[in-house]
């Protein structure tokens, strides 16, 4: 389990805190690393460069000289891409240049470039950052007070903190980034990475949560309790078989002893 330093609110330093295996198992994946990060970068062309191929370019349209007889390489336009103000032997095109990445390796890649920044003791914790209006001297005293001056620092707050992200907008070496939604890029950017304890502390409840969950499905679900069938009523017995003559036997019986008397 990897530690880091912790400083309070004042810029003191206290004794160095835990960090959570959701996001520091100690994993580095360079591969993964190296993959998310070209993918970032190419990501971010816009991918609408252009130019002009011959085809193009307007005019041109007529041989400028015959074929043969005049001493000359032969040409077929003006417009050509060794000509003065002909079009581009082979422009670039607009095109998309991006590129998808799927969500777990994306996670991997994110755990990982924390693994590497606390395996390097480049994170700190801090209590949460309390601005009431943004100022940038007093973002960049206490980033001096906790021994961060004049270093890329990202900072990762607990929520969206306005006054503290206007406060870094002039500090082009700090960068302020809510929880989670910073990139691989921006942790691997920084020298160091200020992380609110309270973010912390919020992922770890909500990994607990998710731990928890089954145990309180099963919990809901209980014991299973039978429900008792009820039986059918059984039908009477006929005739035949409680042993009892039927009605049409016993008036043949009958009969037949009528005639025998006669």
């Known amino acids: 389990m990897f530690k880091a330093r912790y400083y309070k609110t004042d810029g003191k330093k206290g004794r160095n805190r835990s960090l959570p295996d959701v996001h520091f198992d100690g994993v580095v994946n360079d591969a993964v690393l190296h993959q998310v990060v070209k993918a970032y970068l190419a990501n971010q062309r816009q991918g609408t460069h252009a130019a002009k191929s011959r085809g193009q370019v307007a005019g041109g349209s007529r041989k400028p000289w015959r074929q043969k007889g005049t001493g000359r390489a032969r040409q077929g336009t003006i417009r050509a891409a060794q000509w003065t103000g002909g079009g581009r032997a082979f422009p670039p095109i ?13 996670a991997l890649a994110r755990r990982s470039a924390f693994n590497a920044r606390a395996g390097e003791d480049r994170v700190v914790l801090v209590d949460a950052l309390a601005m009431d209006a943004p100022k940038t001297a007093a973002l960049r005293d206490y980033l001096a007070s906790i021994e961060l001056g004049g270093t890329k620092v990202l900072v990762l707050t607990d929520g969206l903190k306005e006054a503290v992200h206007l406060s870094a907008r002039n500090m082009s070496h700090v960068e302020v980034r809510v929880f989670g939604t910073e990139s691989v ?55 035949d078989e409680a042993g009892e003559p039927a009605a049409d036997d016993a008036e043949d019986g009958s009969s037949e002893e009528e005639v025998e008397d006669a």
């Not at 607009?94 to 994306?106: L, T």
């Open 185 to 239: 890029y921006d942790i691997l950017w920084a020298d160091t990475v200020v992380i609110e304890r309270t973010a912390l502390e919020a992922l770890e409840s909500a990994a607990d949560e998710v731990a928890e969950a089954p145990a309180a499905e099963v919990a809901v679900e209980g014991p299973v309790v039978e429900t008792p069938v009820e039986e059918a009523p059984v039908a009477e017995a006929s005739a």
């Open 94 to 106: 607009p095109h998309s240049w991006n590129q998808k990445i799927p969500r777990k390796v994306k």
